[in-house]
């Protein structure tokens, strides 16, 4: 413990609040100051739980849909598929592991409802999520917004009809939604610049970690109990938002300084210099004024610049192909002499993730944001292209058994580079390119486009399969991840150890 003779005055004294004589208020003298990270991490994995939970609700089709299911004709032994999700991570196809339930059988079209529910549902989840962030606080939005979770997981684990899971779905894509926009913005405003960028992908990393554990349980129990499993992930989010705080931006925003400093004081340590750290945020809030208004994110240059790349960024993860290279997993491992079950594909595309995510926010700070999203997009546009390359030569009648392995080859570099780039990576950055009185908007606009690209994707997929074949449908992606290429070497600058205010130089021009 710091003597009492060692403490200076408190950040909130001059403005007579009756916090300020708080002991835990007082800054140390500059010979002791420090910050501690823990609590930092600790509060980012909390509400990252609903990250898992939506991760969860993802990848839950892939193996339930088997299991509740009508009986179909099957032809040339091929299998259902379920529609993408928000990150890019599609739920692969999966054979059934578990006796089929007679009591719910789904028909194609319910399947398809069961499925496309939650997209329509994080959609117009997300928008009123900003608003609510602004009105209540970063904290309060989590909560209130994890209670549909809640709901849902009740409503699907014990649902006996169609109607059930349509209401069970709808609900979890709300706060599928919402997570999307709170959990990066709480994180973005609780973190020391020095570690923003590892904090900002643990959403991914947490988000992939809940589809690989649907991939891996849901390969060994009935789809009823996997549901019930799922609903704790979301109560151990409720009970742990009770234990953070709000965020020191919000708190600042709201005029509640000493509150601020004390979430200051319980985020980075006891010894930080909260006076310091209170005068940045200060000096970032005076520099937007008063709220801004909707229209202020495309008349002011800063904000809409920052929209413009933080859509464009969520554009290109859609349209990186991702979804085409999963959907293709089995059939690329059975080319490479592969007799491995679908299930076990999964999981291994699963792990993959995981691992890479795990690297990409350890890397993060080293490479950089820019470096990262340049690699990425660049051997993914090399893989996607041979992977055309590819099926244009077996669609043709060509030999290409004595290359089986090279598309497993690109898939498995696609996935690794897709992970340590354009999975996490817009996610972090779309907490950083927005100053406070822009944000919640910016970002729930951000994640409605997302979504939106999600439903693009997910429907026009199979026309383009159909309508252009495997090989046209690889390059166009290819294409596009070509474009973000040169998009990200030419009009994105890093923001790497840069300040909001830094960034908000660069993005207005300055």
Not at 189 to 218: C, D, H, K, N, P
Not at 402 to 424: A, Q, R
Request: charged share 10%.
């Amino acid at each position: 413990m710091v003597a009492t003779e060692d403490i200076k005055k408190t950040v909130s004294q001059e403005d007579n609040d009756g916090m300020s004589h708080n002991p835990m208020l007082y800054d140390p003298l500059d010979g002791v100051v420090k910050t501690s990270k823990t609590r930092q991490y600790i509060a980012a994995l909390i509400i990252c739980l609903g990250a898992v939970a939506a991760g969860t609700a993802l990848a839950w089709t892939s193996p339930v849909l088997p299991q509740i299911s009508a009986p179909v004709v099957q032809y040339n032994n091929s299998t259902i598929v379920t529609p993408s999700n928000s990150t890019g991570n599609e739920t692969s196809p999966i054979s059934p592991p578990l006796p089929h339930d007679d009591q719910l059988q789904l028909t194609v079209a319910q399947q398809t409802w069961v499925s496309s529910l939650l997209a329509i549902g994080a959609f117009l989840g997300a928008l009123p999520t900003g608003y609510i962030a602004d009105a209540i606080g970063r904290r309060y939005t989590a909560m209130a917004m994890d209670v549909p979770f809640i709901l849902a997981w009740l409503s699907i684990s014990f649902a006996k009809s169609a109607g059930w899971l349509y209401f069970g779905r709808f609900l979890i894509g709300i706060s599928t939604g919402s997570f999307c926009v709170v959990a990066p913005m709480y994180i973005s405003e609780i973190a020391e610049t020095s570690i923003r960028g590892t904090l900002g992908t643990l959403f991914q990393l947490l988000l992939t970690m809940g589809i690989l554990f649907i991939y891996v349980v849901g390969s060994m129990v009935s789809w009823t109990t996997l549901s019930i499993l799922c609903l704790f992930v979301p109560i151990a989010l409720l009970l742990g938002m009770v234990m953070l705080p709000e965020t020191p931006v919000y708190l600042l925003k709201k005029g509640r300084r000493a509150e601020a400093a004390l979430s200051l004081k319980w985020l980075w340590g006891r010894y930080c210099d909260s006076r310091s750290a209170i005068q940045v945020i200060q000096n970032d809030l005076d520099q937007t004024g008063a709220d801004a208004s909707f229209l202020d994110l495309f008349t002011n240059r800063g904000a809409r610049n920052g929209l413009i790349i933080s859509i464009l960024l969520m554009f290109f993860q859609q349209f990186s192909g991702i979804n085409a290279v999963i959907f293709y997993t089995e059939s690329i491992f059975k080319s490479a002499g592969s007799s491995l079950d679908a299930s076990i594909c999964s999981i291994i595309v699963g792990v993959v993730q995981v691992i890479m995510t795990l690297t990409s926010s350890l890397l993060i700070e080293r490479a950089g944001r820019k470096m990262l999203l340049l690699f990425s997009s660049t051997v993914m546009t090399i893989c996607l292209a041979i992977l055309g390359a590819y099926f244009d030569m077996k669609d043709s009648g060509k030999d290409v058994s004595h290359i089986g392995w090279l598309p497993l080859l690109c898939m498995v570099l696609f996935i690794i580079t897709f992970s340590v780039g354009y999975g996490p990576i817009p996610w972090l950055m779309m907490g950083e390119l927005f100053m406070p009185d822009v944000r919640a908007t910016a970002v729930a606009l951000t994640v409605m486009a997302n979504w939106l690209c999600v439903f693009v994707v997910t429907k026009c997929f199979g026309i383009m399969i159909t309508e252009w074949g495997s090989d046209i449908t690889f390059w166009f992606f290819a294409g596009c991840m070509a474009l973000a290429t040169v998009y990200v070497a030419v009009a994105v600058v890093e923001t790497k150890g840069r300040s909001s205010s830094q960034i908000q130089t660069w993005l207005s021009g300055h």
